[in-house]
């Protein structure tokens, strides 16, 4: 069992930034990879980025190549989501998820971003 607690949502006007957190505690030497997700209301929960535990190798959904970037520190067991030149349309819950394998197996409860234009 992994168990996820995210933190650092909140209001944001449009151009500006927010740092996002994700601490994870358990079986974390089973992670192979964390993401970050995120579900606007009404519509279906998308991928954001995702970020190999062991090697810190990247990936990016296109909508926010360049204006995100994700980290993991995996001696403290957390990961980040740096969001910068934030939108109104990156208004959603985020949530943290963690994979052992292919599939994401844990999510963290979600932290909500609002942007305001």
């Known amino acids: 069992q992994v168990q996820l607690v995210e933190s650092g949502g909140g209001l944001v006007q449009a151009g500006g930034s927010l740092r996002l957190s994700c601490a994870a505690s358990?079986?974390?030497?089973?992670?192979?990879?964390m993401g970050w997700f995120r579900q606007a209301p009404g519509k279906e929960r998308e991928f954001v980025a995702s970020i190999t535990w062991s090697a810190g190798s990247p990936d990016y959904a296109d909508s926010v190549k360049g204006r995100f970037t994700i980290s993991r520190d995996n001696v403290k067991n957390t990961a980040s989501l740096q969001m910068n030149s934030l939108k109104p349309e990156d208004t959603a819950v985020y949530y943290c998820?963690?994979?052992?394998?292919?599939?994401?197996?844990?999510w963290g409860q979600g932290t909500q971003v609002t942007v305001s234009s």
């Open positions: 358990g079986r974390t030497f089973s992670i192979w990879r």
């Open positions: 998820a963690a994979a052992f394998a292919r599939d994401y197996n844990y």
